[in-house]
């Protein structure tokens, strides 16, 4: 009796031990779990949640997104913000963080050309589908991007200038600090018109005319693995599944333009 007791003891301690162990363990995995950052412009925000949502799936990997303007992200990396991955709306930016030694230069790559067009909402009654409707009287505010430091801002300054209307809407402008708060400013009704990305539009919110991109110069966008990583494999396997078969479908179906050979 005494050995079946004994026995019955030892049993239930190895359970316990077993039992802790394995938690131990799995919460060991959950918080040894690997952690990429990525910091991208505005534009990608839909493409870029929906991509890592899948990548995340297929690896297990944690992916955080900073969205925001590309030249105020690109000025964040330069003062040491702990980012993986950049993702900019021009590559002028990415270029000017591998002449200052912030990136691995082998992982810079064109992964998207992006477009713009003129935005309402679909219960306007104003008649905008031109980019030279927006000098009509009854536009009184104009949204786009901050030039100064966002691309798609910049992009639209150009086409305003190449119709030959800039100096007819400057005043009616309202600057977002990137290309989503563009669009907020359309959709909530404090500005009739506005300038925003193609990958931004959603059918059932806004009206949209693409713009002409003779008018522009591209939106040729840049992606690039900062060089100070920690997750460097991870932050390039994230990297090439947005050139992969399944993160160009995405991007394509968001309006972007991927370069043949992605």
């Not at 077993?18 to 799995?26: I, N, Q, T, Y």
């Not at 591998?98 to 990136?103: A, D, G, Q, T, V």
Request: hydrophobic share 40%; aromatic share 10%.
């Amino acid at each position: 009796m005494k050995k079946t007791h004994n026995f019955v003891i030892i049993s239930f301690t190895f359970f316990v031990v077993f039992l802790v162990g394995g938690c131990s363990s799995k919460e060991s995995l959950e918080n040894n779990k690997v952690e990429i950052n990525v910091a991208a412009a505005s534009d990608l925000t839909l493409a870029f949640t929906e991509i890592g949502k899948l990548f995340e799936q297929e690896t297990g990997a944690k992916v955080t997104f900073s969205f925001g303007s590309t030249g105020q992200l690109a000025d964040q990396i330069e003062n040491g913000a702990p980012y993986d991955i950049f993702a900019a709306a021009n590559v002028k930016f990415v270029d000017q963080l591998r002449e200052k030694n912030l990136i691995i230069p082998e992982t810079q790559t064109t992964y998207a050309f992006g477009r713009i067009g003129i935005s309402t909402l679909p219960d306007s009654t104003l008649s905008i589908e031109t980019i030279e409707d927006l000098v009509k009287p009854e536009v009184r505010k104009i949204a786009i991007a901050n030039p100064a430091h966002a691309p798609y801002g910049l992009a639209a300054k150009q086409a305003l200038e190449t119709a030959g209307i800039w100096d007819q809407v400057e005043e009616k402008l309202v600057y977002g600090r990137n290309i989503s708060d563009t669009l907020t400013f359309i959709e909530t009704g404090n500005a009739e018109a506005g300038i925003i990305a193609l990958s931004l539009y959603r059918e059932d919110e806004v009206d949209f005319h693409l713009i002409d991109e003779e008018m522009h110069a591209p939106l040729e966008q840049s992606i690039a693995v900062i060089n100070r990583t920690s997750e460097e494999e991870v932050a390039k396997e994230f990297l090439n599944y947005i050139k992969g078969t399944i993160g160009k479908s995405i991007m394509e179906s968001y309006g972007f333009i991927v370069p043949e050979g992605n």
